[in-house]
């Protein structure tokens, strides 16, 4: 039972337009969402979070958008740079403290096109 | 120290062998949780220990089995391996700020022949 989907196995962005990853997730007791990015042969390194109180999170050129009716997620990246490409993880858990196990999608991998 | 580190990086065992995977957590991270991710798949969590002891377990079997140690470093043992055990295993440390602060290692590569 996939409880966090990440449906686009692979994406391709020109340098400097967008990059649009998307996540769905079903269970409706999720309470916090995170983003991870990761390169090869290095461990996934946390990117942004959103609580589910919140339908919106900014940081810099990362921006996550939660639309709970739906569950569904996603992270905008603009302008995309090269140093973008990586494969990058939707994750979940039921709250936010540093105990809560994490439920991780089967990741999405951006390419970023110069 | 800063960061987590794991080793070995790379691992080759036979089918049946056991094997043992360290972990040493970052500095004032008391949790510590480990993840297997097979290829083309997302991070699964098999187990979190707090303070010593097992503090919640995934849809994993008893022969995999950890440890934690009063200075936090961690260890990860798998009984009986069978081939569908190649992955890589990954450890996190994270402390009771928030979820957000997970660090994770780069990854313990087992390949089971």
């Known amino acids: 039972d996939q409880q966090v989907k990440q449906n686009s196995p692979s994406l391709s962005v020109q340098e400097g337009r967008i990059s649009i990853l998307n996540c769905d997730y079903t269970?409706?007791?999720?309470?916090?969402f995170l983003w991870y990015k990761k390169y090869p042969a290095e461990g996934p390194t946390f990117l942004i979070s959103?609580?589910?109180?919140?339908d919106k999170n900014e940081d810099g050129r990362f921006t996550v958008f939660l639309n709970k009716s739906a569950k569904h997620l996603s992270l905008h990246i603009v302008p995309s740079q090269p140093g973008d490409s990586a494969v990058y993880f939707c994750?979940?858990?039921?709250?936010?403290?540093?105990?809560?196990?994490?439920?991780f999608g089967t990741g999405t991998r951006l390419t970023i096109i110069p | 120290e800063t960061g987590v580190t794991q080793s070995p990086t790379h691992l080759i065992k036979t089918r049946g062998q056991q094997v043992t995977l360290r972990c040493s957590s970052q500095?004032?991270?008391?949790?510590v949780s480990w993840y297997q991710q097979a290829l083309g798949q997302g991070p699964q969590f098999i187990f979190q220990?707090?303070?010593?002891?097992?503090?919640g377990r995934g849809n994993f079997p008893p022969r995999f089995s950890g440890l934690q140690f009063p200075n936090y470093s961690s260890e990860l043992n798998v009984n009986a391996l069978e081939l569908d055990d190649s992955a890589l295993y990954l450890c996190?440390?994270?402390?009771?700020?928030?979820?957000?602060?997970?660090?994770f290692g780069s990854g313990t590569r087992l390949t089971v022949v």
């Open positions: 959103i609580s589910s109180i919140k």
């Open positions: 996190a440390s994270s402390s009771p700020t928030g979820v957000f602060g997970y660090t």
């Open positions: 500095s004032g991270h008391n949790t």
């Open positions: 269970n409706s007791m999720f309470d916090y």
């Open positions: 994750a979940a858990s039921l709250s936010n403290f540093g105990n809560e196990k994490l439920t």
């Open positions: 220990y707090y303070r010593e002891e097992e503090n």
